[in-house]
């Protein structure tokens, strides 16, 4: 019992660093779209999409991203 204890406040200390460093689940599905744009703007020949799922009027699920640079492909 004393090993689960530890390990379960070692596991949190661990997400509280990685929600500090990188941000909360929500606000990294909110900085998505915009991160895929600048990888699409900043990259000639590459083709960008996602899909996520709308829900409860106002809440969405990110389903997939998907990228490809076209350029390299035909070299």
């Known amino acids: 019992m004393g090993m ?4 379960y406040k070692a ?3 661990k997400q509280k660093i990685l929600e ?4 909360t689940y929500e ?3 909110q900085n998505l ?6 990888i699409r703007d900043l990259n000639l020949g590459i083709i960008v999409t996602w ?8 809440k ?4 997939k991203a ?3 640079w076209f350029l390299n492909l035909l070299r």
């Open 4 to 7: 689960d204890s530890l390990y």
């Open 51 to 58: 899909d996520h799922k709308i829900f409860d009027g106002n």
């Open 27 to 29: 606000e990294s599905f």
């Open 11 to 13: 596991w949190m200390t």
């Open 60 to 63: 969405a699920i990110f389903e």
């Open 33 to 38: 779209p915009r991160t895929l744009l600048v």
């Open 66 to 68: 998907f990228w490809i």
């Open 20 to 23: 500090k460093l990188f941000g």
